[in-house]
């Protein structure tokens, strides 16, 4: 493990910049993390004034980042905010997004179903063919936001800008402001908006962060990056950026070799590198060198990988073996692991599409193993969870009517008794408007058994606001006595998730965190239950960006499956297929140990051969 005490040269320098801009280049597993991780601990210990920003993309590597900072400095690292984009961006708008006519108790519009409604509303009276497919409407409009569309104009990332999208953009923008939710992408672009319009909010903000740091800054979209320039605006900021430049694999969402060149033409930027791996074994960091060579758009003067301590090596660091069909591939893999007596927590079974892993994963639950498969759930599933969480809601916005709807559908499919949305909202005209205090008095009438759960939610909610209370009462089995009959597993799982997540959101904003600023990092987070300790981790490669396991099987190694049919079509020297090529080089750079590759002759009905990638890492078969 990285520490204060081994790091080499390079990681010195860069453990130890203070001032000015910075960008770490570096291949994986050189301790680029590592070393960000460091420093942050490094200038909050030394420097009583500094106060650092941390960005990353994931809400996990923020965790990690931020757990890592406090055990190093042995306490909370209070002047540090180690968040991802977004969730900066939403507590930016949930202080300062009133100058844009944002509500500091916004809500995330996670689902696609509360989107489209927006966008419904919108369409209406538009001149022009708006298609009628209303997902890929939003996904367009996903990808306007990732480019910090203006609302008027063509679209950089478009070929062709139709009329009616500018107007179509506006409006739906205008329309999520006013309903009070705000989709992933919006808050990105409202944040840039609130910085640009308003150089007071700007200023503040400058202030109050000494140091900017950003890890794996190769994947900033345009929007990321020009919510970074507001941040940090000046050429001599103190801006330390980790990236690598074959490690770019969110093209698709925005990313661009192009970010880095943006980078060294706004910042008067000093670059350290980092050669060595101290992660993979030789054979793995020479495949993978071997790999990346066959890119033409990377950086000229980044240093090749190699390898930190020649003298590690590991039997059969590298296999690769061909079976008949992916259900076998999946079989192989339990079954290697289990011959060679591997600690399923220490494994991990990564493939380029989630459908892949999931399938993989069916296949290995069959066989004994407990697979998990990561896939991001932005809502609770069971009525306990949801009846609670709504009734925050609706104590934080007792206006909303899509908030009381999903109470009473909650409390329905908790107690089966209906309450009606409607005659709750004509209720509500007794009390001021209040719709949670109207649904108390409904849901209390007629709820026989359950009584004591409108109860709780009077006291603690709508009499007095005590959120923290009634969420502390939940979460330590009080739900229990709601659920009698029909107490299922899943529930009890979704409510220890609820619990790990209220813990980070506890730690990282206080106990006396604000319900809005509770509620939007709830939203922010993933429901999906954490792994057991013992699981055996199964997913795309995508997300497992960043991070590293003893033992990596890289299944589905075939031509049209990775690089992928669609890139292939571009062309074979095309960016796509470069893309899936640093995809291929991110996925087997994540082994500590062994790497074993599989591929299956056929993949969903479909013969195919070996992936290009196999013969250009220098790996071949007895079986082919
Ligand atoms: P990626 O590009 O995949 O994100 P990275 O460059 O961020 O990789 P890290 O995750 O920071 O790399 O480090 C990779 C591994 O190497 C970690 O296990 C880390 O603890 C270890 N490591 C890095 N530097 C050193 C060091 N000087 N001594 C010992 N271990 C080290
Ligand atoms: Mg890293």
Redesign the pocket.
Known sequence: ???FD???EN?RRAVGWDQGPVLVL??????????LTLRVARLLEEDESASVLALTFTNKAATEMRERVDDLLGERAGRAQLCTFHSFATDLLAQHGSHLGIRSDFQHAVRDEDRIAILDDVIDGLDGDVPADRRSLLRLIDRLSSESYAGKGESASLAVTPGWLPPLYRRYCDALIEANRLDFGSLLSLATRLLREKPAVARVVRLGWTHVCV??FQDTNRAQYNLLRLIAPARSHNLFV?A?DD?IIYQWNGASPQRLQDLRRDYDLQTIQ?PES??CPPAIVSLANRLIGHNTRRIAEKKILAVRDPQVAYAGEVKYDVFASPPEEAKFVGRDIGERGLPSSDCVVLGRTTRLVQDAADQLRSAGYDAYVPVRKSEFDSPAANVLLEALRSANSPHDRVVLRRLCLAWEGLTGVIVDPQSVEAAATLFGGNFLRAWVQYAEAVAGGWKPVPQRIRTDLVDTLSFPAVVDWFLEGGWESWDRDDREESTSEEIATWKGLHEEIVAEYGGGVALNSYLQQLDLASKTPPPAPDALRCMNVHQA??L?FRYVYLIGMAQEVFPSIYALREGAESRQVEEERRSCF?AV??A?ETLTLTRSRSYYGYSKGPSQFLAEMGVASRAE
């Open positions: 493990m990285i520490t081994n790091l080499n990681q570096a291949g994986p597993g050189s301790g680029k993390t590592g070393v890890d794996e980790v690598d490690q980092l101290y992660r960006k960043g590293e991110v750079t994540r500590r």
